[in-house]
């Protein structure tokens, strides 16, 4: 059975890192592309940044030279490291691990940036 789990999220104060991690299992190859989202109250949910299995990255630019995005084939895992927060990524973050041309969701990491 397919999971994806993140971690990492917490409460930070503005100019502060936070790391975001994502392990996917249940895949029985290594995995497509694989992305971070987020989603604040009363907004859409938006792509924050996207790695493909070939290590390219796109970012947002509201994110660009702030987070960096990497993976772990070896161990099915992504990972999101933040710095230089603003209270405006304040956000439940989630992962996206495409898989055959299935998209397959985490629960979300709650991310709150604030004095």
């Known amino acids: 059975q397919v999971q994806v789990v993140e971690s990492g999220g917490g409460l930070v104060q503005p100019g502060g890192s936070l790391r975001l991690s994502c392990v996917g299992s249940g895949f029985t190859f290594n995995m497509d592309s694989m992305s971070w989202y987020r989603q604040a109250p009363g907004k859409e949910r938006e792509l924050v940044a996207i790695i493909t299995s070939a290590g390219g990255r796109k970012y947002a630019d509201s994110v660009k030279g702030r987070f960096t995005i990497s993976r772990d084939n070896a161990k099915n895992a992504v990972s999101l490291q933040m710095n230089s927060l603003k209270s405006e990524d304040t956000a439940v973050y989630y992962c996206?691990?495409?898989?055959?041309?299935?998209?397959?969701w985490g629960q979300g990491t709650q991310v709150t940036v604030s004095s």
């Open positions: 996206k691990i495409l898989f055959w041309s299935h998209e397959y």
